[in-house]
């Protein structure tokens, strides 16, 4: 179920959302979940092997001789300005990462509350069917 503000339920605001693609609000959130889920912080690195095995999947060019962070910080980058591309980044990862931490749950409560029409379970990825 997507959640829909006091205010739109009210008829105050009009209705946003579902949204297909990536919204601007929600972005920052799915790189965020990126990161936590390769594990891009100053306690751990991604593994190298991971973020090039990804980058080849994305068809993203990473620079030679980049560290994991940095080519994680590049895959990040490059999902920004390319919203199909931030969700097969999203995709790739849950299918690789998925079951770490329970990324897919806490992916999948970004995505709901976000509004978006996608959604994830189980590592596979679905569209959200929306009753209209």
Known sequence: MTYVPLSQRRGIKESQGPFEGVPEHLLPHLLDWFAYAVQLSPMSTPDQEAMRMIGLALHVQLPTGARSSQMAGFLMSAAEGDEDL??????ITLRMYGSLYDNATRLDGYLNIGGSVWSWWSQISRRRLLAT
């Open 86 to 91: 931030c969700l097969d980044l999203i995709d």
